[in-house]
């Protein structure tokens, strides 16, 4: 049992480029969500996912896309990456406990835009 | 005002001694209070979780929610350098999917 999964672990972008960040779990958990953690700042959601084939836009989504592939995993697009995106992303999926959702954090992603 | 406050520290204390950490919130709707802890390079780990108003303890850590002060708190008892880690609150309003809002985290370090 992996929990959350997230790939690749760090990554080095110039200005403009694309790329798109993985995430997986294996927890039968209906929820997914990404987060962006900046000094400072905390944890700030981009983008969140209640159930397969539904996404949502958090607190900071522009600059981003999600796609909720299946039950499973959850990706976050960057389709033109600026500076401002530098940051550590987490992924996470949500299950009940008790009767509250809780949510449980894949390892981050280090992305550095320069 | 923001939603959840919490104290960033850091908060320094010797092997041993009794850690307290604390949030204060603003929106009367919270009812489900969590506690993570986020070692340095790594995701957060959930850590406790509490219902509404009272207290739950789990081998050197125990939770407190006051509701009426909205205000929780997080007590490390022994505490140990491996207890080293930014602590972060989060709260939501509901028992069903619902978005949680965090604190900024207090980072503890515990000095040998």
């Known amino acids: 049992n992996a929990g959350v999964t997230q790939n690749p672990k760090f990554q080095v972008l110039k200005t403009g480029q694309s790329m798109t960040l993985q995430c997986a779990q294996d927890m039968n958990h209906n929820s997914m969500y990404w987060y962006r953690q900046d000094p400072g700042m905390g944890l700030r959601l981009i983008y969140y996912s209640a159930s397969e084939g539904t996404t949502d836009k958090g607190e900071v989504p522009n600059g981003y896309n999600v796609s909720r592939l299946n039950k499973r995993e959850f990706s976050l697009r960057l389709e033109s990456a600026a500076p401002s995106q530098t940051s550590v992303y987490f992924c996470?999926?949500?299950?009940?406990?008790?009767?509250?959702?809780?949510?449980?954090f894949g390892p981050g992603t280090r992305l550095l835009v320069l | 005002q923001k939603e959840v406050e919490q104290d960033p520290g850091p908060l320094s204390v010797p092997e041993g001694a009794i850690v307290s950490l604390n949030c204060t919130y603003s929106?009367?709707?919270?009812?489900?209070f969590m506690w993570y802890r986020q070692y340095s390079r790594k995701g957060p780990e959930l850590l406790m979780y509490?219902?509404?108003?009272g207290n739950k303890e789990d081998g050197r850590f125990t939770a407190q929610v006051d509701k009426s002060s909205k205000y929780i708190s997080l007590f490390i008892r022994d505490s140990q350098p491996s207890d080293s880690a930014t602590y972060l609150c989060?709260?939501?309003?509901?028992?069903?999917?619902?978005?949680?809002?965090f604190g900024k985290g207090t980072m503890l370090l515990v000095s040998p």
């Open positions: 996470a999926s949500s299950g009940s406990s008790g009767g509250a959702e809780t949510q449980y």
């Open positions: 509490t219902y509404s108003s």
């Open positions: 989060a709260m939501s309003a509901s028992s069903g999917y619902s978005t949680l809002t």
């Open positions: 929106n009367s709707a919270f009812q489900y």
